[in-house]
């Protein structure tokens, strides 16, 4: 079976699609830092900040949306993703624990 390619909806998106959703880079500054971040783990800026959240507490689950293939394999992949103290130091900096 064949699937569509992922399309960049960019600033123009619908609500709900992944580009418009604020996991990763809601907040323009903070989009460097998730990068950089990103960057030293072989990641995406996606799978940092789902790997952020799971990392947070056992008992919360995120669901997050995917509109392709493409989407889900990179999600997916997020399980392997082990965040070091260092990393998880810098990533509560961007977002603090609501706790």
Do not use: F, Y
Request: aromatic letters at 0%; hydrophobic letters at 35%; charged letters at 20%.
């Amino acid at each position: 079976m064949t699937h569509p390619p992922c399309r960049d909806d960019g600033p123009n998106a619908p609500p709900g699609s992944r580009s418009r959703q604020p996991a990763a880079d809601s907040v323009h500054l903070k989009r460097g830092e998730m990068a950089a971040v990103a960057a030293e783990l072989g990641a995406t800026p996606t799978q940092v900040a789902l790997a952020c959240l799971l990392d947070r507490s056992p008992v919360v689950l995120p669901i997050p949306g995917t509109a392709c293939i493409d989407h889900l394999a990179e999600n997916h992949a997020t399980a392997d993703l082990h965040l070091t103290p260092a990393h998880r130091d810098r990533l509560d900096r961007l977002v603090p624990d609501p706790s």
